[in-house]
């Protein structure tokens, strides 16, 4: 069973930057498209980025020229550049697999973009 565990979060002003990390268990990661979510106070989970197993990304039109999603398959990781970011994109901020039969998600790591 792949366990993911989401890291990086943390408060900023908008216009500031963070990286985050998704550090994955289990030796079969890189065959899997994966993806970062989001779920604000009472919406619903959304995919904001993904990644195919070769590298071709994807993105949320809200996010298009201000996040970039890579990944290491060496390391088992997944990482999201968040850049320019805004008040909008306050909250908890998730990593699993793209598509179908979804991991056990993690605990998430909380962005907060506030003045």
């Known amino acids: 069973q792949v366990q993911l565990v989401e890291s990086g979060g ?6 500031g930057s963070l ?3 998704c550090a994955a268990s289990g030796s079969i990661f890189s065959i899997y498209a994966m993806g970062w979510y ?3 106070l009472g919406k619903q989970r959304e995919l904001v980025a993904g990644i195919s197993s070769v590298g071709r990304t994807n993105y949320a039109d809200s996010v298009k020229g201000r996040f ?3 990944r290491d398959n060496a390391k ?4 999201l550049q968040m850049n320019s970011l805004k008040p909008e994109d306050t909250a908890l901020y998730y990593c699993n697999k793209q598509g179908t039969n979804k991991f056990t998600w993690g ?3 909380p962005v907060t973009v506030s003045s």
Do not use: E
């Not at 088992?76 to 990482?79: D, L, Q």
């Open 10 to 15: 943390g408060s900023v002003h908008p216009g």
């Open 19 to 21: 990286r985050l990390s």
């Open 38 to 40: 989001r779920q604000a």
């Open 68 to 70: 970039t999603i890579s």
């Open 76 to 79: 088992n990781t997944v990482y």
């Open 107 to 109: 605990q998430g790591t």
